[in-house]
């Protein structure tokens, strides 16, 4: 016996477009909110008690201390505030009815969405938690990575 074969498979194998689709919006929405300098949108689909950790392995722990970082991002004077990504979500995966797993890769582009050249891309792991039929982020772990 291998471990393999004593470990449960977690992801749901059935067919949820309807699910992977709110989920890849919500992405979309955050990804509007840091092209828009708008941290409200980005922090719109956090759940109250959500934790996101950055990229500098830093966590922000509930909706307030989660808004001050998005508004030190792209708010006015904004170290992000001039850059722009683009999302890609790689894979969305349903551990159980209401808990989603989301992988997502952002690379850096420019104002009119062509990629600009780095030396790094970032990787993301969201949690998501359906709650009254509607996709809430429950955590958010945020990596770079060589581009």
Known sequence: MTLADSAPTLADPTD????????????????????????DLM???????????GVNGRPHLGLEALRA???????PGGFLRDQYARYEVVSVTFPSDDVALARKLARAVDA???????????SA???????????????????????
Do not use: C, K
Request: hydrophobic share 50%; charged share 20%; glycine share 8%.
């Open 43 to 53: 922090t719109r689909h956090f759940a109250a008690d959500a934790v996101a950790v």
């Open 69 to 75: 970082a998005h508004v030190s991002a792209v708010g």
């Open 112 to 122: 009119e969405g062509e990629p600009v050249d780095l030396d790094h891309a970032m």
């Open 125 to 147: 792991l969201y949690v998501f938690v359906r709650r009254d039929g509607r996709w809430w982020i429950a955590a958010r772990q945020n990596t770079l990575i060589p581009g």
């Open 16 to 39: 949820r477009p309807a699910d992977a689709a709110a989920i890849r919006a919500v992405i979309a929405d955050v990804e509007a909110g840091l092209n828009g300098n708008d941290p």
